[in-house]
T-cell receptor
Framework: DAKTTQPPSMDCAEGRAANLPCNHS???????VYWYRQIHSQGPQYIIH???NNETNEMASLIITEDRKSSTLILPHATLRDTAVYYC?????????????FGSGTRLQVQP | GAVVSQHPSWVICKSGTSVKIECRSL??????MFWYRQFPKQSLMLMAT?????????EQGVEKDKFLINHASLTLSTLTVTSAHPEDSSFYIC???????????????FGAGTRLSVL
């Protein structure tokens, strides 16, 4: 799995967009970018993933640069409930027989 | 999305006793489940990979005789912490994937976690 680098912490005002960056300069052509988050004292939650195209779902948008060496997770209208640690994970899409490797993530604090 | 249920959510036990934690995939079959441990202010660390019908694979430094894993069916894996001691107090989390890439692109679904406090 490619190494990822994320800022340790970020703040965002409630109602504003939260943009969480992730660097993955050694990403391989068959590796996907996955984002998970962990709200305090809960298990991680899947948010979104992508290969090369930008993706959007009901939770967030994922913007991947053309060279795929970095990406940004966007929470369009952050709420207090979005306060969590966000993990960017880069890996191939296999049949689920390998565990995820979690780095330190970005601790997002949404301010009222 | 798929649901993984973990039980109990919180357990307090005396030193020397054993504690069993259950992890169930509620709406999909999981041939592989994973057990993680998380200490305060740290990230999740993989303990072991649980394979249905076979022995679990443990990460380096995890005592297999202390952390017993049983994956008897495609929807249930259990982690038993034997002879628990205060240093085993932690947040234990399980996860599972449907294993079908045409279904969910290998998304991992996590239980809510079990907080174990050993007195």
């Amino acid at each position: 799995d490619a190494k990822t680098t994320q800022p340790p912490s970020m703040d965002c005002a409630e109602g504003r967009a939260a943009n969480l960056p992730c660097n993955h300069s050694t990403i391989s052509g068959n590796e996907y970018v996955y984002w998970y988050r962990q709200i305090h004292s809960q298990g991680p939650q899947y948010i979104i993933h992508g290969l090369k195209n930008n993706e959007t779902n009901e939770m967030a948008s994922l913007i991947i640069t053309e060279d795929r060496k970095s990406s940004t997770l966007i929470l369009p209208h952050a709420t207090l409930r979005d306060t969590a640690v966000y993990y960017c994970i880069v890996r191939v899409s296999d049949t689920g027989r390998r565990a995820l490797t979690f780095g330190s993530g970005t601790r997002l604090q949404v301010q009222p | 999305g798929a649901v993984v249920s973990q039980h109990p959510s919180w357990v307090i036990c005396k030193s020397g006793t054993s504690v069993k934690i259950e992890c169930r995939s509620l709406d999909f079959q999981a041939t592989t489940m994973f057990w993680y441990r998380q200490f305060p202010k740290q990230s999740l660390m993989l303990m072991a990979t649980s394979n249905e019908g076979s022995k679990a694979t443990y990460e380096q430094g995890v005592e297999k005789d202390k952390f017993l894993i049983n994956h008897a069916s495609l929807t249930l894996s259990t982690l038993t912490v034997t002879s628990a001691h205060p240093e085993d107090s932690s947040f234990y989390i399980c996860s599972a994937s449907s294993g079908r890439t045409n279904l969910a692109k290998n998304i991992q679904y996590f239980g809510a976690g079990t907080r174990l406090s050993v007195l």
